[in-house]
């Protein structure tokens, strides 16, 4: 067996996992319509892929403000429960375990997007830019449009969303999830809250870097009591550079994200979550996390840390002999290669990934990746 690291067990949470392999959340874009709602391409998809060790669903809006793209899925009601219970029990049947990523884009998002045409919502009022929204055109198509000004939400408002993620939560699991990941990456939310540039407040919401906490601190108390800290992880992308590429995903770079990361992994640490995500940049040339940041990160933090970034499978074996990360997310190679911890294990050559086929559409680019036949 080559990577013989990666292959090794390991307890995250309440579970053990069989492999270090995880499948990061990966925005497929093909729910049922009206509705929003997982379908059985989708359980055929994840039920493919249940190798990994651990899995995390593709973003899930936790209520329908918290839509940024067309045609992703929800989990705020019976129906798309339903849904995402065919896919849990699909990868239950390979032996697998999968946690759903809890999703709302905040500023992120369109008109066309939100009920009734209105603005997206945000901590403040500050339009998001090098970032798009993906809005439906016609059957089955669709176009990224630019993110309008969101509208300011009240601290009123923050205490209903803090209840929604605790209601989200209490459906995946009710759904068969065995656990949830709190997305707070990628300049969505949570994230806006924790960044000096999306969050301007001058309440106790925001300013100092500890109210801007705050509501990171107030959904993963309210999650972790809904379904108890040892299901729950978090995702974070504490970039150190920025891009000038018009993306779709985005980060948030801090004036001292070091500092900021430590401390936002500190009030998980607090909570007693099971793992840490980082997703690391990836575009193109862009620096690896530094290292001072990556030890920083495991004094602070008790439970597994997940890296996610590009990785190839040596890279990421080096990664946990030092030490420093416990598991390893691939995302495009997972995409492409459904058998992937076996190609990895075997040293078989992978399936390179459609870039035309990620996001929309059915089969093509979902389910129809050949595994490796010599």
Known sequence: MKHKTLFTSINLGRHTLKNRIVLPPLTR??????????????????????????MVSEGTQIE??????????????????????KVTEAVHAEGGVIFAQLWHVGRVSHNDLQPGGEA???????????????IQTGQGVG????????RALSVVEFQQLVSQYAQAARNAIEAGF??????????????????????????????????????????????????????????????????????????????????TYVEAIKVLEAAGVAYLSIAEADWDNAPDLPESFRR?????????????????????????????????????PFIANPDLPARIANGWSLNPVDPATVYGGAEKGLTDYPTYRG
Not at 29 to 54: E, H, K, V, W
Not at 143 to 150: F, H, K, S, T
């Open 64 to 85: 329908p403000r918290g839509q940024g793209y067309a045609w992703t899925p929800g989990i705020y009601t019976q129906a798309q429960i339903a849904g995402w219970r």
């Open 29 to 54: 874009q093909r729910s049922a319509q009206p509705g929003d709602i997982a379908t059985d391409l989708m359980a055929t998809y994840y039920r493919q892929r249940a190798g990994a060790g651990f």
């Open 143 to 150: 176009e990224l449009v630019q993110p309008p000004v969101p």
């Open 178 to 259: 065995d656990g949830v990941e709190i997305h707070a990456a990628n300049g969505y939310l949570v994230n806006q809250f924790i960044s000096a540039h999306a969050n301007q407040r001058d309440d106790e919401y925001g300013g100092s870097l500890h109210n801007r906490l705050r509501f990171l601190r107030e959904i993963v108390a309210a999650v972790a009591d809904a379904v108890g800290p040892d299901r729950l992880g978090v995702r974070f992308t504490p970039l150190f550079t920025s891009t000038e590429q018009d993306r779709v995903y985005i980060g948030l770079v801090e004036e001292d994200p070091h500092a």
């Open 296 to 332: 920083a990160v495991r004094k602070a933090f008790s439970g597994c840390i997940i890296y996610a970034g590009r990785y190839t499978a040596e890279r990421g074996e080096r990664l946990i002999d030092s030490g420093l990360g416990d598991l390893v997310a691939f995302g495009r």
């Open 120 to 134: 997206p919502v945000a901590p403040s009022a500050i339009q998001a830019q090098k970032v798009k929204a993906f």
